[in-house]
């Protein structure tokens, strides 16, 4: 179970002429960093993941410091599957508040997609450093731990989870069970 904090890619409802508008206000302030992003969030919004990167990209071009256009850039890239791009979007956006438990906890989950663990066990339990009851990043580290052959710890986590979060126990004690029967 991945959870992310990228709200910009979540589903709302929205008009049918809302990317025509931002692209109107892109074309009359060709500028505006917002309208960029505006129109990014929308192509997003709309799984037009292409068009999205073209928008984050002309926001960064016009301010190359802009740190949301970085993650948007990430999550996008996440969304595409583009694991590595996404892991090189929130390493860099990571830059700018590094220890940050959402930046942490987005860079694990990339790691997790390219099956690098360790790296992912790293990101989360930093994350977790700086939030001792994100119980999404605690279960995460423990699937990393089960795949790194740290099961006494992956077990910890559970037990842990058994009081926090029941589904995510579930979940987990599910993980560990097929890893018992290998």
């Not at 930046?103 to 066990?121: F, I, S, V, W």
Request: hydrophobic share 40%; proline share 2%; with cysteine.
């Amino acid at each position: 179970m991945l959870l992310t904090g990228l709200s910009l890619l979540s589903s709302c409802s929205r008009t049918p002429d809302e990317i025509n508008n931002l692209q109107q206000e892109v074309w009359k302030n060709p500028k505006s960093v917002e309208a960029y992003m505006h129109l990014g969030n929308a192509y997003a919004r709309a799984q037009r993941y292409k068009e999205a990167t073209e928008a984050y990209k002309s926001a960064l071009a016009i301010n190359p410091d802009l740190d949301e256009a970085v993650h948007a850039l990430g999550a996008v890239s996440f969304h595409e599957k583009n694991y590595a791009g996404a892991v090189t979007y929130f390493q860099k956006h990571l830059e700018h508040a590094p220890k940050d438990s959402l930046r942490l906890y987005d860079l694990g989950n990339a790691y997790m997609q390219l099956q690098q663990y360790t790296k992912a066990a790293e990101a989360y339990n930093g994350a977790i450093e700086n939030s001792e009851l994100f119980v999404e990043a605690h279960y995460n580290l423990a699937i990393c731990y089960i795949h790194t052959g740290r099961k006494a710890e992956a077990e910890a986590i559970y037990k842990w989870l058994l009081v926090k979060n029941n589904y995510l126990a579930v979940s987990l004690q599910n993980h560990l069970k097929k890893e018992n029967s290998r």
